[in-house]
Nanobody, 131 residues
Framework: QVQLMESGGGSVQAGGALRLSCAVSEYINSIACMGWFRQVPGKERENVARVYTNSGATYYGDAVKGRFTISRDIAKNTLYLQMNSLKFEDSAMYYC????????????????????????WGQGTQVTVSS
C-alpha cells in the first residue's frame, strides 16, 4: 500500500513562498498519477496541481496557474509543490495524493478527482497565508 507523508507547510506572509514535499513509499514512476489537493472548512476539495507519469503532463487549477509548480524527484521518491506569490486565499490544508491505479487516474471526470477512495492520501500539511 502506498504511503504518503507531506511536509513543508507553515505560516507565511502574502507574497511569500513555500515548497511542499510529499515522501512516497513506492517508486513514484510506478504510480500513474499524483497531485496536490487543498481544502478549507466549508468548501469542496480542490485539485491545485497534478502530474501524469506516462506523459509527464502537468495540470494546474486556474487559481494557481503561473504561481505553483508541481515536480517530482524520481531518485528521492518525492513529489513537490513550489508555491510562489502566495495569497491569503491559498490558505488551506494541503494533501498529497496518488491514484490507486491507471483506471483511477482516467475517466471523465478522472475518477481520482471525483472519488477520494480512488487515491491514496497523506495526512496533510497546513498552509496559512497572512494578508
Amino acid at each position: 500500500q502506498v504511503q504518503l507523508m507531506e511536509s513543508g507547510g507553515g505560516s507565511v506572509q502574502a507574497g511569500g513562498a513555500l515548497r511542499l514535499s510529499c515522501a512516497v513509499s513506492e517508486y513514484i514512476n510506478s504510480i500513474a498519477c499524483m497531485g496536490w489537493f487543498r481544502q478549507v472548512p466549508g468548501k469542496e476539495r480542490e485539485n491545485v496541481a497534478r502530474v501524469y507519469t506516462n506523459s509527464g503532463a502537468t495540470y494546474y487549477g486556474d487559481a494557481v496557474k503561473g504561481r505553483f509548480t508541481i515536480s517530482r524527484d524520481i531518485a528521492k521518491n518525492t513529489l513537490y509543490l513550489q508555491m510562489n506569490s502566495l495569497k491569503f486565499e491559498d490558505s488551506a490544508m494541503y494533501y498529497c495524493a496518488a491514484g490507486r491505479s491507471p483506471v483511477a487516474c482516467g475517466g471523465k471526470p478522472p475518477q481520482w478527482l471525483a472519488d477520494p477512495k480512488s487515491a491514496y492520501w497523506g495526512q496533510g500539511t497546513q498552509v496559512t497565508v497572512s494578508s
